[in-house]
C-alpha cells in the first residue's frame, strides 16, 4: 500500500493566487482529514470527511477555504485567494473509520509570499 | 473546544536516558491516541488507549491510562537517538462526532 499520498509537496505561490491541494487516501479507508500545521498554532483540524460527506468544517478558517470529496479516492483543499498567513504544512489523513487511529501523508509545505 | 495539555514542551536527554510525557484533559475521554512525528516527517499513529488504567507496551515505550480517564502518559526506557521527535497525544472531543483534538507535543531530543 502506497499510504495516504498528497500532492505537491511543496507549492511557493504569491499572495492572491488560487491553491489547491490534492490528497488520495488509502483505499478502503471511510474517514478523511485536512490539518493545518504551524509552530504557532500546532495541528488544526480543517476539515474531516466520512464515507465522501463533510462530517465537520469548523475548523476552516473563513470563506477563502473550501475542501471537496468527490469519491472514496480523492479530496482537495482549495485556498482562494491564498494570503501569507496561509503558509503551513498541511496534512491529509485517512483512517479505516472515524474512532480509529490515523494515517498521515507526506504533507504539503505551502507558502504564500 | 476539547482543551488537552501536554507536559513538557521540550525534553533533552542524553541517549541511556529515559524519557516520560504526560497528557492532561480537564475532561473524562472516551479514548486518547498517541502520535509520533520526526523533525520534517509527518504524525506516525504510536497506539490508541480506550480502558481506563490500561497500559500498553511497544518495546521500549509504555503507555499508561489514567484511572480517571483524564490524563495519559508515554514512557520511554534507555532513549535512543532514533526516538528523536515530537510526541503528540490525541483526544476526541466530546459530542464531537470524532473530532479529533492534538495536544501541542512534547519535543524530545537525544544526545549521543
Known amino acids: 500500500d502506497a499510504g495516504v499520498i498528497q500532492s505537491p509537496r511543496h507549492e511557493v505561490t504569491e499572495m492572491g493566487q488560487e491553491v489547491t491541494l490534492r490528497c488520495k487516501p488509502i483505499s478502503g479507508h471511510n474517514s478523511l482529514f485536512w490539518y493545518r500545521q504551524t509552530m504557532m498554532r500546532g495541528l488544526e483540524l480543517l476539515i474531516y470527511?466520512?464515507?465522501?460527506?463533510?462530517?465537520?468544517d469548523s475548523g476552516m478558517p473563513e470563506d477563502r477555504f473550501s475542501a471537496k470529496m468527490p469519491n472514496a479516492s480523492f479530496s482537495t483543499l482549495k485556498i482562494q485567494p491564498s494570503e501569507p498567513r496561509d503558509s503551513a504544512v498541511y496534512f491529509c489523513?485517512?483512517?479505516?473509520?472515524?474512532?480509529?487511529?490515523?494515517?498521515f501523508g507526506s504533507g504539503t509545505r505551502l507558502t504564500v509570499v | 473546544g476539547q482543551q488537552v495539555m501536554q507536559i513538557p514542551q521540550y525534553q533533552h536527554v542524553q541517549e541511556g536516558e529515559d524519557f516520560t510525557t504526560y497528557c492532561n484533559s480537564s475532561?473524562?475521554?472516551?479514548?486518547i491516541q498517541w502520535y509520533k512525528q520526526r523533525p520534517g516527517g509527518h504524525p506516525v499513529f504510536l497506539i490508541q488507549?480506550?480502558?481506563?488504567?490500561e497500559v500498553k507496551k511497544q518495546k521500549r515505550l509504555t503507555f499508561q491510562f489514567g484511572e480517571a480517564k483524564k490524563n495519559s502518559s508515554l514512557h520511554i526506557t534507555a532513549t535512543q537517538t532514533t526516538d528523536v521527535g515530537t510526541y503528540f497525544c490525541a483526544v476526541e472531543e466530546a459530542g464531537s462526532n470524532y473530532k479529533l483534538t492534538f495536544g501541542k507535543g512534547t519535543l524530545l531530543t537525544v544526545n549521543p
Open positions: 475532561t473524562t475521554l472516551s479514548n
Open positions: 470527511f466520512n464515507n465522501n460527506v463533510p462530517i465537520d
Open positions: 489523513a485517512s483512517s479505516p473509520d472515524l474512532n480509529y487511529g490515523y494515517t
Open positions: 488507549l480506550v480502558k481506563s488504567g
